[in-house]
């Protein structure tokens, strides 16, 4: 999540099946609003949970630029 600030020019990220959990999600939404080119984002297959997708549903209105968001197989509930 630190390196993302440094691509400004990135337009699509794959972290799919990488266990980042909720932890981990919450600092890769700390920084996603900083990718201004950023249009597709994985995360499928990461255990985010309901609070991972809460972290990211609090960055997504500041990432404009991003119309792909994949979130399947993270156990995310009806409170996420």
């Known amino acids: 999540a630190q390196a993302l600030p440094r691509c400004p020019s ?3 990220l794959n972290l799919d099946n990488n266990s980042i ?3 981990g ?3 890769l939404a700390q920084a996603l609003p900083r ?3 950023l249009t597709v984002l994985d995360l499928s297959v990461n ?3 309901d609070e991972g997708a809460r972290h990211l549903a ?3 209105p500041r990432c ?3 119309t ?3 979130l399947s197989v993270n156990s995310i509930g009806d409170e996420g």
């Open 68 to 70: 792909v968001l994949d």
């Open 47 to 49: 255990s985010i949970g």
């Open 35 to 37: 990718c201004p080119s």
């Open 25 to 27: 999600v919450m600092y």
């Open 21 to 23: 959990g909720a932890e």
């Open 10 to 12: 990135l337009t699509g």
């Open 64 to 66: 404009p630029s991003l």
């Open 58 to 60: 609090q960055a997504l």
